[in-house]
T-cell receptor, first 114, second 115 residues
């Protein structure tokens, strides 16, 4: 079955520290992968996407993610976290079998310590 | 460019009342999605449309929920009668392809409270 797992429900990092949020997927076809961010009271905003090609993709707000097919992973990284990065982060997978539908992970809540 | 527009932003009503949530997708997008978000269940896909036609409504919780898309620029999600357990944030999203690969763009949501 198609699924997305975000193993960490909640992560706390210090401001200025590096960040890695984990995402593992199970998908039978070529996956399209996405990371979204949700700030309190807001909708989900697209951070970055992977369709094909270079497995390291750059997104907005200084985020990047690396697609590793052998590990079925698409982890999100940022070298130096800012207090404004505190939010919930969602990984999602889609593809031709799903049509336009995306399968979302349960989300990881990020807290940033001063 | 205007994003996905949802109205109202907040709705508080008593149980048993009819609730109608509205969504205007991004112009040119041909797929529209309705989601519900709660602390307990996270983000759930309720239904999605492609070219105004419902494709998958397997996420609609029960017959009290219905959704329509009369044209490419408007959709509604209706709950009748509403119950307290329907309290949640409801999101609408749109995208430009039914074949996958295109990101969904989300509105800011409607926060629904049923008393």
């Amino acid at each position: 079955a198609q699924s997305v797992t975000q193993p960490d429900i909640h992560i706390t990092v210090s401001e200025g520290a590096s960040l890695e949020l984990r995402c593992n997927y199970s998908y039978g076809a070529t996956p399209y992968l996405f990371w979204y961010v949700q700030s309190p009271g807001q909708g989900l905003q697209l951070l970055l996407k992977y369709f094909s090609g270079d497995t390291l993709v750059q997104g907005i707000k200084g985020f990047e993610a690396e697609f590793k097919r052998s590990q079925s992973s698409f982890n999100l990284r940022k070298p130096s976290v800012h207090w404004s990065d505190a939010a919930e982060y969602f990984c999602a997978v889609g593809g031709r079998p799903e049509g336009g539908k995306l399968i979302f992970g349960q989300g990881t809540e990020l807290s940033v310590k001063p | 460019d205007a994003g996905v527009i949802q109205s109202p932003r907040h709705e508080v009503t008593e149980m048993g009342q009819e609730v109608t949530l509205r969504c205007k997708p991004i112009s040119g997008h041909n797929s529209l999605f309705w989601y519900r978000q709660t602390m307990m269940r996270g983000l759930e896909l309720l239904i999605y449309f492609n070219n105004n036609v419902p494709i998958d409504d397997s996420g609609m919780p029960e017959d009290r929920f219905s959704a329509k898309m009369p044209n490419a620029s408007f959709s509604t999600l209706k709950i009748q009668p509403s119950e307290p357990r329907d309290s949640a944030v409801y999101f609408c999203a749109s995208s430009s392809s039914k074949q996958g690969g295109q990101p969904q763009h989300f509105g800011d949501g409607t926060r629904l409270s049923i008393l």
